[in-house]
C-alpha cells in the first residue's frame, strides 16, 4: 500500500522569494514520484518525475524535488516564487495496483500556494 | 501533439438525463483514465483503460458506463446521475499502463447535476 501526506494545506510567500512545499510519503515498492500543478478550474499538469535515477529532479518553470529515501520525502522547491505559480501543488505515488504492474496513482491532499507581490 | 482534449468543458444535467463525456488523446497512448474531483479534494480514479479493455473499476455505481471505442477515444456515459455526482471529471492517458508512466492530463468536464 502505498500513501502521501503533504505537511501544509497552504502556504503564502512574497514574489520573488523561494517556495518549499513538503511531500512524504510510503510506499511498499520502489515508487515512482511526481508533483502536478492545478491552476484554478484546469486539469493537472506534470511539473516533475522521479524514477529512480537522479535523486534532485529538474522540473519544468523553475521547480525541482529532491528524492531522500531515508527520509521518505519529496519536498518542492523554486529559489524566486512568481504570481504565476499561484496554484494546488498535488504530491503523487504511484505504485503497482494489487498483484499487477497496473500504474495506481495516490494522491496527496494537495498544497494551494498564494504568492503576494 | 501532447494534449489530452476533453468535451464538453461544462455540463448541467437532470437527474433524469443521459448525457456522455468525451476524452481524445492522439499521442499513441495505451491507457486511459477517468478520474473525479470534488471540490477542494484530490482526484479519486474512477476507471483504466489498458489497450482498449477495461483494467480497473474502482467499484464505481453502474450510473456511470465507460466506453473506449478505439486507442485514441475514452467516453464516460451518464445515467440517472445523483446531486453528489456534481465534480470536475478529468480524464488521463499513459504511454502504457505501467506504474513509472506519466499520466498526462485533461482540462477536465465540470458537472453539474441538478
Known amino acids: 500500500a502505498q500513501s502521501v501526506t503533504q505537511l501544509d494545506s497552504h502556504v503564502s510567500v512574497s514574489e520573488g522569494t523561494p517556495v518549499l512545499l513538503r511531500c512524504n510519503y510510503s510506499?511498499?515498492?520502489?515508487?515512482?514520484l511526481f508533483w502536478y500543478v492545478q491552476h484554478p478550474n484546469k486539469g493537472l499538469q506534470l511539473l516533475l518525475k522521479y524514477t529512480s535515477a537522479a535523486t534532485l529532479v529538474k522540473g519544468i518553470n523553475g521547480f525541482e524535488a529532491e528524492f531522500k529515501k531515508s527520509e521518505t520525502s519529496f519536498h518542492l522547491t523554486k529559489p524566486s516564487a512568481h504570481m504565476s505559480d499561484a496554484a494546488e501543488y498535488f504530491c503523487v505515488v504511484s505504485a503497482s495496483f494489487g498483484g499487477t504492474s497496473y500504474g495506481k496513482l495516490t494522491f496527496g491532499q494537495g498544497t494551494i500556494l498564494t504568492v503576494h507581490p | 501533439d501532447t494534449e489530452v482534449t476533453q468535451t464538453p468543458k461544462h455540463l448541467v444535467m437532470g437527474m433524469t438525463n443521459k448525457k456522455s463525456l468525451k476524452c481524445e488523446q492522439h499521442m499513441g497512448h495505451r491507457a486511459m483514465y477517468w478520474y473525479k474531483q470534488k471540490a477542494k479534494k484530490p482526484p479519486e480514479l474512477m476507471f483504466v483503460y489498458s489497450y482498449e479493455k477495461l483494467s480497473i473499476n474502482e467499484s464505481v455505481p453502474s450510473r456511470f458506463s465507460p466506453e473506449c471505442p478505439n486507442s485514441s477515444l475514452l467516453n464516460l456515459h451518464l445515467h440517472a446521475l445523483q446531486p453528489e455526482d456534481s465534480a470536475l471529471y478529468l480524464c488521463a492517458s499513459s504511454p502504457g499502463d505501467d506504474r513509472r508512466e506519466t499520466q498526462y492530463f485533461g482540462p477536465g468536464t465540470r458537472l453539474l447535476v441538478l
Open positions: 510506499s511498499s515498492y520502489s515508487p515512482s
